[in-house]
């Protein structure tokens, strides 16, 4: 069981907007510490797609855009392409013990 | 272009050490200031942070595991490893490994090897 919670699954037509929710308490998102995104295609290593709450690498399409507000943090993908079809995960530091990195169970995006 | 690679067995016995390796090429691992990370993936399942070092040898681990897990940094041969003790068949993953860019750990993990399978099994 993860540490931050994500929606298992999202889905959307191509064209349209699907966000993902990465929820987690005062000790992890709800602190100073930023949260980042990758996106894991199937057979590959996954790549930082957000970084610092809200920034994108050279090379990620503005498509791709997020955010983070209390102890919640989301990722916004507009214009759904076919190749966009991924799973997502959401990365935040967590505060409790004695500091550790924690993932989202992470989300798999479908492209109808 | 940095790149990390992963090298070890694929099948590795229960109750014995699992030993992975990630040569890096394309920079030195003594410049900079970044830690050294092994990420997995067991089947079906998220990402798990498993520990991190730097350079200079200080490591840093998932309190939420066990002390099965041991990181080492090979400065000469620009690479770091992994050993994982007395292995199950939970330990059965893809591990990965991976560069997070600043010495904090709150910092992404902006490259990645490519992934290499692990199974535990007799």
């Known amino acids: 069981q993860s540490v931050l919670t994500q929606p298992p699954s999202v889905s959307g037509a191509p064209g349209q907007r699907v966000t993902i929710s990465c929820t987690g308490n005062?000790?992890?998102?709800?602190?100073?510490?930023?949260v980042h995104w990758y996106q894991h295609l199937p057979g590959t290593a996954p790549k930082l797609l957000i970084y610092?709450?809200?920034n994108r690498p050279s090379g990620v399409p503005d498509r791709f855009s997020a955010s983070k507000s209390g102890t919640s943090a989301s990722l916004a993908i507009s214009g759904l392409q076919a190749e966009d079809e991924a799973d997502y995960y959401c990365?935040?530091?967590?505060?409790?013990?004695?500091?550790?990195?924690?993932f989202g169970g992470g989300t798999k995006l479908t492209v109808l | 272009q940095l790149q990390l690679q992963e090298s070890g067995p694929g099948l590795v016995k229960p109750s014995e050490t699992l030993s992975l390796t990630c040569t890096v090429s394309?920079?030195?691992?003594?410049?900079?200031?970044?830690?050294w990370s092994w990420i997995r993936q067991s089947p079906g399942k998220g990402l798990e942070w498993l520990g991190s070092?730097?350079?200079?040898?200080?490591?840093y681990y998932n309190p939420s595991l066990n002390s099965r897990f041991t990181l080492s940094v090979d400065t000469s041969k620009n690479q770091f490893s992994l050993k994982v003790k007395s292995v199950t068949a939970a330990d059965t993953a893809v591990y990965y490994c991976?560069?997070?860019?600043?010495?904090?750990?709150?910092?992404?993990?902006?490259?990645w090897g490519q992934g290499t399978l692990v199974t535990v099994s007799s």
């Open positions: 991976v560069r997070q860019e600043q010495w904090n750990l709150d910092f992404p993990f902006d490259y």
């Open positions: 394309g920079a030195s691992i003594s410049s900079g200031t970044y830690y």
């Open positions: 070092i730097e350079y200079r040898g200080n490591t």
């Open positions: 005062s000790s992890n998102i709800g602190t100073i510490y930023d």
């Open positions: 610092h709450n809200s």
């Open positions: 990365q935040a530091y967590e505060t409790s013990l004695s500091g550790e990195v924690v």
